[in-house]
């Protein structure tokens, strides 16, 4: 069965720094791959996605996600935190056969220090 | 173009009651799909459907079911409430071959 694993359950980074947040996947074949984004009391946000081709996607929000189908990883970075990222964010993974099921990690949640 | 949207945002139910709740898709996405979330288990797909016909399921209870009606507006029923119900159930709709799903706010069920 598929499964998500996002290590770090919390992540405390300064504004302004850098920001990587892990995701390692199991899965049977390359699935295609997202991060979500979630403010408290409010639904997911689609930041990115990977369905095949070049390895490193950019998102909205200065967002960007590598795959490296060695490490079964899909890690998002984020060069420069704003306050404004504090949030949970989910990597989730979908079949590329038919049908919207996703997959979902246990979500990381970020906190921006001014 | 207007979200997904879900109603009602929030509800108290008591155990051994049901409870239906609603999702408008974004206008032309065809595809619906249900999550719940818990502070113990995550998020959890509870189903998908397109052109009224359910597509994929995920490992709940019979008590959770679904519909979705010919304007692709979707309806999940929990009956028999348990207490471990309460959740924010989350729908996602997508276009039809377009793997991106969006996601409306949810409906935060608490039973009591």
């Known amino acids: 069965a598929q499964s998500v694993t996002q290590p770090d359950i919390h992540i405390t980074v300064s504004e302004g720094a850098s920001l990587e947040l892990r995701c390692n996947y199991s899965?049977?074949?390359?699935?295609?791959l997202f991060w979500y984004v979630q403010s408290p009391g409010q639904g997911l946000q689609l930041l990115l996605k990977?369905?095949?081709?070049?390895?490193l996607v950019q998102g909205i929000k200065g967002f960007e996600a590598e795959f490296k189908r060695s490490q079964s990883s899909f890690n998002l970075r984020k060069p420069s935190v704003h306050w404004s990222d504090a949030a949970e964010y989910f990597c989730?993974?979908?079949?590329?056969?038919?049908?919207?099921?996703?997959?979902f990690g246990g979500g990381t949640r970020v906190l921006v220090k001014p | 173009k207007a979200g997904v949207t879900q109603t009602p945002r929030y509800l108290i139910k008591t155990r051994g009651q049901q409870v239906t709740l609603s999702c408008s898709p974004i206008?032309?996405?065809?595809?619906v799909s249900w999550y719940q979330q818990t502070p113990g288990q995550g998020l959890q797909f509870l189903f998908e459907?397109?052109?009224?016909?359910?597509?994929n399921k995920g490992n709940f209870p019979g008590r959770f079911s679904g519909r979705q009606f010919s304007n692709s507006r979707s309806e999940m029923n929990v009956s028999t409430l348990e207490l471990g119900d309460s959740a924010l159930y989350l729908c996602?709709?997508?276009?039809?071959?377009?793997?991106?799903?969006?996601f409306g706010p949810g409906t935060r069920l608490t039973v009591t």
């Open positions: 990977y369905f095949s081709g070049d390895t």
């Open positions: 989730a993974v979908g079949p590329k056969a038919a049908g919207n099921k996703l997959t």
């Open positions: 459907y397109f052109s009224e016909t359910q597509r």
């Open positions: 996602a709709s997508s276009l039809v071959g377009v793997y991106e799903q969006y």
């Open positions: 206008s032309g996405h065809r595809s």
């Open positions: 899965y049977g074949a390359t699935p295609y």
